[in-house]
């Protein structure tokens, strides 16, 4: 007896364990590695995050503002006016995550106000944001560097 079956006029044959058993993705992904080919891979975006209320020294005036600040899901650190402040108009900044360093705790020389995060910018600018405390500065400087992170990772 044949361990092969063979279909119409086709001189081709199939052994009985091909027929049956179709491959499963473990076998597949054996199969694109065997070929040097890599499954394809997606890439999810990072996605939005409160940072709170903030003092913050706009980097084009240099004078502190109060602001609501936030990453929002195109990658941007977006300055909106305080939630305190109930004035019906307001500038709102934003700032692409590719565009800045690596956020920092500023040395002695360049804290202007306590419990502060530094946001330099590639083109020279500079950025502070203030805190009400040290946990609190904590927090936003590890949101800031993941955010920050995480949109270079993406590659935007």
Same mark, same amino acid.
């Given at each position: 007896?044949?361990?092969?079956?063979?279909?119409?006029?086709?001189?081709?044959?199939?052994?009985?364990?091909?027929?049956?058993?179709?491959?499963?993705?473990?076998?597949?992904?054996?199969?694109?590695?065997?070929?040097?080919? !890599?499954?394809?891979? %997606?890439?999810?975006? =990072?996605?939005?995050?409160?940072?709170?209320?903030? @003092?913050?020294?706009?980097? /084009?005036?240099?004078?502190?503002?109060?602001?609501?600040?936030?990453?929002?899901g195109q990658g941007n650190l977006v300055l909106t006016l305080s939630k305190s402040?109930?004035?019906?108009?307001?500038?709102?900044?934003?700032?692409?995550? !590719?565009?800045?360093? %690596?956020?920092?705790? =500023?040395?002695?020389?360049?804290?202007?106000?306590? @419990?502060?995060?530094?946001? /330099?910018?590639?083109?020279?600018?500079?950025?502070?944001?203030?805190?009400?405390?040290?946990?609190?500065?904590?927090?936003?400087?590890?949101?800031?560097?993941?955010?920050?992170?995480?949109?270079?990772?993406?590659?935007?």
């Amino acid at each position: 007896m044949s361990n092969s079956i063979g279909v119409g006029n086709n001189s081709r044959h199939k052994s009985i364990a091909q027929l049956m058993s179709p491959s499963v993705p473990e076998e597949e992904q054996a199969q694109y590695e065997s070929r040097n080919i !890599t499954s394809p891979v %997606v890439q999810v975006a =990072p996605s939005a995050i409160v940072v709170g209320d903030l @003092n913050v020294q706009l980097p /084009d005036t240099l004078l502190w503002k109060r602001r609501w600040v936030e990453i929002d899901g195109q990658g941007n650190l977006v300055l909106t006016l305080s939630k305190s402040n109930n004035h019906p108009r307001g500038v709102t900044k934003k700032y692409h995550m !590719t565009e800045i360093k %690596v956020p920092f705790l =500023p040395d002695q020389d360049r804290q202007e106000m306590p @419990n502060s995060v530094i946001v /330099d910018f590639l083109d020279g600018r500079t950025m502070q944001v203030a805190c009400e405390d040290l946990v609190a500065r904590t927090q936003c400087l590890k949101v800031l560097k993941e955010a920050h992170q995480a949109w270079l990772a993406y590659g935007r």
